[in-house]
C-alpha cells in the first residue's frame, strides 16, 4: 500500500520479475517502496525477499525466529528484526505487526495506520483469535483469507493428512469462517474487504464471493488473484494495491 511519495509492502511470495511487471501494468513505481515486511516463512510468502530487497533497496522486517527457519535462498544482504507485538514507523506509516495462529515458526499479520486510517492483511490464520478480532476491528479496508470452500477441500485431491492441516486451528480460514470473523469483529468503519490467498485447489472466487453475498450492502467485497493484480482502491488521499 502506498501514497504518492512512498509505499510499503507485506509478503514477497512472488519473483521480482512478476512484481515489477504487475506494478507497471498499474502505474505503480517501485522505488516508492520503503520496505517489506513477512509474515512468516512459507514460501509463498518469501521467496521473492531476496532479490526484491538486495536490487532495489527495500529494507527487509521480520521476525528473528522467521529469518533463521527461512530457507537460506530467500535471505536478504541485510535485515531488520521485529518482534509481534512490536509497532514499527515507516515514513508515514505506522506499521502494527501482531501474532497469529498458523503452522509457522513465528507468524504474523500486520495492520498498517496511515493518516488515521488502518489498512489489515491477515492471511494464513488458522483461527480468528481475540489478536485477529481485535486489530480487524480497526480495520476500513483488510485483505482477509478465504482460503478454502469447506466441501471442495473434503471432496479435493488433498491427502488425508493436509486436509487436516488445512482445516485445523493453525492451517486456514475457510470462506465460512472468513464471512463469521467479518460478522463478529467488522466494525462500522471496515468498508471494503479483499478476498485472499484464495485456493487454487480447494476453492473458486465465485463460491467465495457467494459466501459473502449477504454482506455486499453493507462491504464493498472484492477478490483477488494470485495471477493478476488486485484493483487499486483509494482511502482518503492514500492509494492502496494489494497482492
Ligand atoms: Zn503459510
Ligand atoms: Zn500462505
Redesign the pocket.
Known sequence: MGTEKEAVLV?A?ISRRQVMKRMKEMKLDISKVKAVFI??E?S??IKGLRVLADLHRIEAYLTNDTLHKAHRNYHPNSAHVFEAGDIIQIGAFKVHSFAKQ?DAIDPCSFRIEIEGHNIGVM??IGEACDHVKAHLAACDIVFL?SNYDERMLDEGPYPYYLKERVKSGKG?LSNRQAVELVETAGCDKLKIIFLS?ISADNNRVEIAMNEFEHLQKQYQILPTSRYTPSEIVQIGTEQLILN
Open positions: 509478503d511470495g509474515s512468516h512459507h509463498d510468502h498458523h492471511t494464513d483469507e486456514h490467498h
